[in-house]
């Protein structure tokens, strides 16, 4: 754990990190304890009206960010801020708008998604912030937002199971792979169009197009040097992280 003199300078797993986490899990337990014996309705509306929430924060968040001079500077490279690039169609904010889609329409399959492949996009952008959001105060505005959106994704996803919305199973996982690779091609084809338009030359939603610096995803352009075709690899990883989640919850199911 780093240590920071200023206890609200926020970086992975320092103790801000950790706290924020533990606060919002808890909050979780008591929306979800007193949401026990709701109908499924209830339990529904309470969960879209959290995502409509973020929703709106999330474009707040970016209102700050088009007039953050300084992380306008940091971007410069990408070709300054596009509103076409900041869209929520990333993998870890995409749930927002997936979660009240599929609890409304009760679709396990798109559950299982935001679940299990939308909670992990989450967790690992507050693992791993891009450049400007990290080390800074928590209340500078761009911090407020990133750290903010992504940290009630995280509480949205396991909101589908602790308000009892979704119980995962083991034969959602194949499923889930494949709806992570149509969701991903859906967005490949959008990239592309934003690009040969000239609407926005650097579209990369779900970084079908290029890693942009990521490391495990440049060692999979090295493999497959295809646009799209270079994620194949996640599923490496992907599965067994599936297969971990689903152990906890069966785990923790089981005490209480």
């Not at 499923?175 to 169009?193: E, P, Q």
């Not at 338009?197 to 495990?216: D, S």
């Not at 440049?218 to 194949?232: D, G, K, M, S, T």
Request: glycine share 8%; with cysteine.
């Amino acid at each position: 754990m780093q240590y920071d003199a200023n206890v609200w300078v926020m970086r992975p797993f320092n103790g801000l990190y950790i706290g924020v986490y533990v606060v919002l899990i808890f909050l979780l337990a008591v929306v979800s304890w007193f949401l026990r014996g709701k109908s499924f309705e209830v339990r529904r509306n309470v969960l879209s009206a959290m995502c409509a929430f973020s929703l709106v924060g999330f474009f707040a968040y970016k209102f700050s960010l088009a007039r953050d001079v300084e992380y306008r500077l940091l971007y410069e490279s990408y070709g300054g801020f596009n509103w076409w690039r900041e869209l929520p169609l990333q993998l870890c904010n995409i749930n927002m708008m997936l979660i009240p889609i599929s609890v409304f329409k009760k679709n396990k399959p798109l559950m299982a998604f935001c679940f299990f492949v939308g909670s992990l996009g989450a967790i690992m952008a507050l693992a791993i912030p891009a450049y400007g959001f990290e080390g800074y105060s928590i209340f500078l505005p761009r911090m407020l937002g990133f750290y903010g959106t992504h940290y009630l994704l995280v509480v949205e996803a396991l909101a589908l199971v602790t308000f009892g919305l979704y119980e995962p199973e083991l034969k959602d996982l194949p499923g889930t792979v494949v709806l992570l690779f149509l969701i991903a091609f859906l967005l490949h084809a959008f990239n592309m169009v934003l690009r040969w338009t000239g609407i926005c030359l650097n579209a990369n939603y779900f970084y079908t197009v290029e890693p942009e610096g990521n490391a495990a995803l440049e060692l999979f352009r090295r493999w497959i040097p295809l646009p799209y075709l270079y994620l194949l690899p996640c599923v490496a990883g992907l599965v067994p992280y599936m297969l971990v989640v689903l152990g906890i919850y069966r785990l923790i199911r089981r005490k209480w």
